[in-house]
T-cell receptor
Framework: QKEVEQDPGPLSVPEGAIVSLNCTYS??????FMWYRQYSRKGPELLMY????GNKEDGRFTAQVDKSSKYISLFIRDSQPSDSATYLC????????????FGKGNQVVVIP | DGGITQSPKYLFRKEGQNVTLSCEQN?????MYWYRQDPGQGLRLIYY???????QKGDIAEGYSVSREKKESFPLTVTSAQKNPTAFYLC?????????????FGQGTRLTVV
């Protein structure tokens, strides 16, 4: 079983819809959880960063962490064509060697 | 502006040739990383370095080599031993000693074997 599972299937939504992305993981030691956005042919950029369980909101973006289920989610409200990108989840163990475990990424297309 | 600079953006390699990808950062981060990204496979760790003059193999180090002579620089050499080098290569850095594991990425180098 991979440490981090993320269904890479492309997701197409109409503009204004809610986008829901998720990852599951197997290592219960993970404490830091991140979502990165990557535009085509560019490097990933950090979108959301959460520590331990709970919700975090930043504008149209909400990140959720459920440690009991080993499940994290990213929600994008009122999606825009500019949100079209690949979204990668990542997580790490505190006090470790700072190695991040990444999901495979979800390609999202928001159709105008 | 602080950040990570990768060069070149595009690189072409002939069979049997070594090539070196550059990664420079001015963020004063101790830890630096090289990842390889292939379609549908996510990011795979090649090498990482927590401190100058020290580095460790990641999950797919075979056919690659690195050096860390300066804090700011972490070049990656793709050797002729790497049989399938065509991929998108990403360099990243993380501040250490803060508990923060947010990784900052460069814009990547796309390597193609011709």
């Amino acid at each position: 079983q991979k440490e981090v599972e993320q269904d890479p299937g492309p997701l197409s939504v109409p503009e204004g819809a809610i986008v829901s992305l998720n990852c599951t993981y197997s290592n219960s030691a993970f404490q830091y959880f991140m979502w990165y956005r990557q535009y085509s042919r560019k490097g990933p950029e950090l979108l959301m960063y959460t520590y331990s369980s709970g919700n975090k909101e930043d504008g149209r973006f909400t990140a959720q962490v459920d440690k009991s289920s080993k499940y994290i989610s990213l929600f994008i409200r009122d999606s825009q064509p500019s949100d079209s990108a690949t979204y990668l989840c990542a997580m790490s163990v505190p006090g470790g060697n700072n190695r991040l475990a990444f999901g495979k990424g979800n390609q999202v297309v928001v159709i105008p | 502006d602080g950040g990570i600079t990768q060069s070149p953006k595009y690189l072409f390699r002939k069979e049997g040739q070594n090539v070196t990808l550059s990664c420079e950062q001015n963020l004063n981060h101790d830890a630096m990383y090289w990842y390889r990204q292939d379609p549908g496979q996510g990011l795979r760790l090649i090498y990482y370095s927590q401190i100058v003059n020290d580095f460790q193999k990641g999950d797919i180090a075979e056919g690659y080599s690195v050096s860390r002579e300066k804090k700011e620089s972490f070049p990656l050499t793709v050797t002729s031993a790497q049989k399938n080098p065509t991929a998108f290569y990403l360099c990243a850095s993380i501040p250490t000693g803060t508990g923060n594991t947010e990784a900052f990425f460069g814009q990547g180098t796309r390597l193609t074997v011709v």
